[in-house]
């Protein structure tokens, strides 16, 4: 009885070290996945970061091209002026011919 006792006891030992080892092995694990998805994190800050000065650069292009749009426009009524006094001083030179 004493010996089936302390078979029981060393059986029970052994689970309890096959438990623990188990335990250790998942907070291994969970030390791993935690430390991914810190990485996740960090790299997810990086990309907004990206994401959000692409954004800038994307209405500072915007606010060029309506400018750029507006000076064409301006150029192009500085020029019909230019044609329509032209042909003014023409006429006013053919006068005096």
Do not use: P
């Not at 089936?4 to 070290?17: K, P, T």
């Not at 935690?34 to 800050?45: K, N, R």
């Not at 400018?67 to 053919?94: F, G, H, I, M, Y």
Request: no cysteine.
């Amino acid at each position: 009885m004493i010996g089936a006792s302390v078979d029981r006891v060393e059986s029970g030992a052994r689970i309890v070290d096959g438990a623990g080892k188990t335990m250790e092995d998942i907070v291994t694990q969970v030390k791993r996945v935690s430390d991914l998805i810190a990485e996740i994190s960090s790299s997810t800050a990086e990309q907004s970061t990206g994401v959000a000065q692409v954004d800038q650069a994307v209405v500072h292009l915007d606010n060029i091209t309506q400018q750029n749009a507006a000076l064409v426009e301006q150029s192009t009524a500085a020029s019909e002026s230019l044609k329509q006094q032209a042909t003014r001083l023409v006429d006013a030179v053919n006068v005096f011919r």
